[in-house]
Each structure stands twice: as C-alpha cells, then as structure tokens.
T-cell receptor
C-alpha cells in the first residue's frame, strides 16, 4: 500500500548548523510533496512544498529536493535557529483525491 | 481572511458517548480532509469530502465513524460509542477548488478528544 518512510526520527544540531531530513515514498503516481512543521500542541504548518515537475525549491533558509526516479525527497534547513525546534513531517499525495500520506515525523532540536 | 476553523478545541467524553467534531474550511476552499494524530505519532488520513459528497473514506474505521459535509454549514466528523482508543487529536485540512491532487492543504488547530 501507500507508504512514506521518514528518517531520522530525532535530530539534534547546534545553532547555526544545517539539518537534513529524508523521506522515501512508495506510490509512483504521487506528484505533490509538502513539508509541515508542528510545534507541541499546535497545528501542522506548511513550510514548503514541491511538485513532481521540479527537482529543487528554495525559500530562504529552507530547501527541498526531489528525486522521482529514486522516489525520495529531502528537507534542508541551513543556519538553524532555536525557533526551528519542532517536529517536521514530510508527506506525499496519493491518487487523484490529493489525500496526504505522512511520514512518521522527525523531532528536531536546535541547541543554542 | 480566516483560516480553517475547528471546534471544539478540546472535547471530553465518557466511554459509550458520541463525539461530534466540526470543521469550516478556508474561504474559497471546497475540499475538506480529516486526519487523526495519535499521541506522539504522525497524521493518518481518514476521509476526504466535497460539498454533499464523500470522495474517499479509505482511512475511516469501518464502524462507529462517519463524516459529512452538507451544502450549508461545517463538515462534521462523528464518532459513536467512543472508546479509550479514540483519544487523539483530529485535524481538518482544506484545499482550493482547482485540482486537489497537488494543492496545498491548510490545517485547522485540531480537536483534542479525550475519552474517560
């Protein structure tokens, strides 16, 4: 069935370092890949997304890369700040309905 | 420009009672998705609706759970005869009218359901 695997489950970095989170998906028909940031007790917030016709997208300190052949995509955060500490979820669209299949989440801790 | 509105934010029910969760999509959005998040886990798709239609309910438990999105009013997720395992955060997301398969989904603040 449809599945998204996300690694690592936890990630601890020093402030100013880069953080990379990786996901793989199983549904070759997936064409949309969003990333969400969720702080404790809050709603998931869309931080960046990429569609299948693009290999890379950047927004300030955040970038996402997509390799459709290998069916994996990654989130890159540069110059991390303590405010980046949260749980990050990748997701892949499934089918024509647009439902999202989420990864298991990565808890990012940025140490000051 | 209100976002996705969910209510209540917190809901406490005793085992065997019914829970009703409401979701109003963002203005201009006609696609509604419900997801469930168990404690310290990821989000799991439950159901996708458009006005007056259930499009995909492949993630809904076979019993006790139902959803609707009437012509007027919010989308409702209904859980009958709740059990302790239903305790979770239930999030609603909406996306724009055109082509849902690759459109951003914006989430509400969720309803945290606790079963005593």
């Amino acid at each position: 069935g449809e599945n998204v695997e996300q690694h690592p489950s936890t990630l601890s970095v020093q402030e100013g370092d880069s953080a990379v989170i990786k996901c793989t998906y199983s549904d070759s028909a997936s064409n949309y890949f969003p990333w969400y940031k969720q702080e404790l007790g809050k709603r998931p917030q869309l931080i960046i997304d990429i569609r299948s016709n693009v290999g890379e997208k950047k927004d300030q300190r955040i970038a996402v890369t997509l390799n459709k052949t290998a069916k994996h995509f990654s989130l890159h955060i540069t110059e991390t700040q303590p405010e980046d500490s949260a749980v990050y979820f990748c997701a892949a669209s499934s089918g024509n309905t647009g439902k999202l299949i989420f990864g298991q989440g990565t808890t990012l801790q940025v140490k000051p | 420009n209100a976002g996705v509105m969910q209510n209540p934010r917190h809901l406490v029910r005793r085992r065997g009672q019914e829970a009703r969760l409401r979701c109003s999509p963002m203005k201009g959005h006609s696609h509604v998705y419900w997801y469930r998040q168990l404690p310290e886990e990821g989000l799991k798709f439950m159901v996708y609706l458009q006005k007056e239609n259930i499009i995909d309910e492949s993630g809904m438990p076979k019993e006790r759970f139902s959803a609707e999105f009437p012509k007027e009013g919010p989308s409702i997720l209904r859980i009958q005869q709740v059990v302790r395992g239903d305790s979770a955060a239930y999030f609603c997301a909406s996306s724009p009218i055109k082509g849902p398969s690759n459109q951003p989904q914006h989430f509400g603040d969720g309803t945290r359901l606790s079963i005593l």
